[in-house]
């Protein structure tokens, strides 16, 4: 982990002079460290530029330029000199150094280096000459390559020696060193004879914000072509008279490694903060807070929008829900959603994110160091505009422009383009609001919506209005009803009417006056949703949002509230005229009193869902609490909290069976076959080929989701028996199966559904026959090409995953380190050894090991490929390398 903290130090003044060694500076570490002093190759018929060469202006972009200085800490900090000087003199000396070297378009390495004599045992440096131990850990710049290393030692070898390092295949036909420097870079070196340098490369900029890329190991993503393959623990040999020494003490070059990342962060939070001043609520609501709300999954970072945004959600509807009940007090339940559904759509969010230019702050990709720039530099590495716009800023849907678009989302063109998904910015607008709330509560989240432009005011006026207009409506109060619900609910109301409004069905017509629960209800759901989807953000805050969402839809949902209302007995408290309806509660009641409230009921003679009412009579009370205590948030809280709980926690959480099957068969490496066939009844066939068993289900319901459910919570079922699984479903598919025995004598959740349990298929037969014609595998020779290969030839016959098991192997002794200027890493080096195991099914367990290699992945591909062509010795496919 990186802490850096950042402090002022006032102002510094930089004259003409020195703002010249700081920039020459600057641009010298930034690229020489990332290897960028460079253009061109010859491989690419392009010739070789040392970009310091170029015009200033071609360089630098004095607009967005900051500077990036070392500091020498033995110096008082508040003094301007406290500025390194001495080591961005050198660089700069460096640089000017460079510029003679490579000007005119080619290298005149001897028209600088002057050193005929030999002194004692001095080492020859580009420049200068030196003592060999001076050198230990020195930064050095190559003249050739404009790459900045750090020396450690020197060797036996002399450029004279044996050229065995070679990085690509183009240069296996050096023999020696000074060949090597000849042929590839037209330098004749003066002192073939000098021993050579050990140098340590400076390696590539890390992407360092997420711990996802961190973990996976470095090099991971290059698919660039290039043979820049990861290199760990390289060394490389290089003659001193090619190395111009930078005075950079080790500290320094390592702390500038971490800028990139370190300065992207800076430049995000400066974004955010942007934004902020831009909504201009005057409380300081954190900028990471922010950055959260404008960060998407995509930009692969440790956090991102989604939690915020299911936040903001539930936010967003309560504030308008409020806003809409009290400005409307004629409106019934139904104008009040579909006004409600008008302001909080996503098509309505998008627009206003867009009015507001939400999309400029949102990040949608991830940090891509090796596009990072030095601060204030051109880049010289364009990324050209192919978008079908000539225009700079598009909000339009890019399919109405284009009918086959080829954009990417993600990374901007030199243009400045940058596509994304429209749901990415309604989504945004959520997160900022659910941001908001969460560092300045209702409040705050109000002041954002205001300043998006939508009406949310709550007026203290209009609440008093509400609240005189139910104290008229109680004509007869039902004094000994409202008594002994409020003492159940632990709240006395100041207005009773309000409680027995909640209280009352639209089937009921006892009254003069005409109303219902239904009002209360619209209102009670949005606070119940604020409440628990605030309690759920709070109390899991490590949960990601894949797993937030499921536990808000299981506790905010009308069959939960539902329960709540039997288990408490609110609904004998309810006011209604229907015969009919008032036996549906009763047999639903029944049916859960006689049963363990904790678990969901499927018994066969209960329905599952309860009546609508009971949900929604939930809701209204808590509709009413709210009025009655003018918007009071945590009053409501306070009460609901007991009725409530237990609350759903990721450990008590059920998935749907499909899910729960499919999300198992993912973690384990089964692959699912799902087949659906339509008919009188739909049927769906689901199977997983275990090693040695294939579990057939057959399932059926009146749509393909509920045959699939069916099926899926059978083969659970199965799956258990086995001991492969600890099933949440296990409930529920026994309950299933015993209701199922006799057909269509279910009414439940798949309504009627009929069942056939298919006997399981316990395969004798071997893993198929072995092929006649076997199956062509084209495998990518690319890191991570054999793997995906292995893993897509399984998936389509459906047999288990491999599985591999890496270890990693300690250096050994025995093995001396060969020489070369690029050595691959030898097994003086750790390096990993993977084993791959298949469980071909019924048939055999076939396991290998493949070639070490310095990272984990390769050694996986290793395996791998040796997997496939043992699958190819026994005829189950034909192995293309592509
Ligand atoms: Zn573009």
Known sequence: MVKASVSPCGLLELDVQQMEQVKLFQALIFNGLFGKLFTGSKSSNSSREFILNKDDNLIWNNANMYLLLPMDPTLESHDSFCINWRVIDEAATAVRLMRKIHSDGKMNLLAILDFDQIYGDLIHLANTSCEVHTLRNVAVLAVHTGKIYTALHV????????????????????????????????????????????????HNPHNLLSSKIRDEGYGENKNDGTTDVIKVNNRVHMPPELLIPLNLPEDILRA??????????????????????????????????????????????????????????????????????????????????????????????????IKHKIQGYIRDAAFDPRRWLAPGQRTNRPFHCKCPVDYEVVTKDIHVIDEKPTIKIGQACDKGHRWMCSKTISDCVEAIIGAYYVGGGLRAAVAVLRWLGVDAEIEEELIMQTILSASMKTYVPKIDLVEALEAKLGYAFSVKGLLLEALTHPSHQESEERYSYERLEFLGDAALDILLTWHLFSSHKDTDEGELTDLRSASVNNENFAKVAVKHKLHHFLQQSSGILLDQITEYANSLENSSMDEINLSSDAPLRGPKVLGDIVESI??????????????????????????VTPENLELPPFRELLEWCNKNGYFLGIKCTDGDKIQAILDVQLEDVLVIRRGFGKNKKDAKAHAASMLLKDLEEKGFIISKNAIRTEQFQKQCGSENSCYNMFDAMDTQVLTPFWGNESAGPVLDKPVHVAVKTSKGGPRVALYEFCKKLQWPAPKFDSVKVLPSSACPPSGGSSVKATPTQEFFASTITLHMPNSDVISLTGDGFADKKSSQDSAALLMLHELQRRGRLQVQEI
Do not use: W
């Open 155 to 202: 060797t036996d070898l002399s450029a004279n020696s044996t050229f065995d390092g070679v990085s690509s295949k183009k240069e296996s036909g050096f023999k020696t060193f000074t060949e090597y420097f000849e042929k590839k870079y037209d330098i004749v070196l003066r002192h073939p004879s000098q021993p050579l340098l050990v140098l340590k490369p400076s």
């Open 256 to 353: 500038f490694y971490l800028f990139p990342s370190l300065m992207y962060r800076m430049e995000t939070l400066m974004l955010a903060s942007q934004l902020r001043s831009e909504i201009a609520y005057d409380s300081n609501i954190s900028s990471f807070l922010i950055l959260e709300a404008i960060t998407t999954l995509r930009c692969s970072e440790d956090f991102s929008m989604e939690r915020l945004e299911l936040l903001g959600d539930s936010v967003l509807k309560y504030a308008v829900s409020c806003h809409l009940f009290l400005k409307f007090p004629d409106k019934h339940e139904g104008q009040l959603s579909s006004s409600r559904i008008d302001i909080i759509s996503n098509a309505a969010l998008h627009r206003l994110g």
């Open 622 to 647: 808590a509709g009413a609490i709210l009025i009655d205590t003018k918007l009071d948030l945590d009053v409501v809280r306070g009460v609901f909290k007991p009725l409530l709980s237990p609350i």
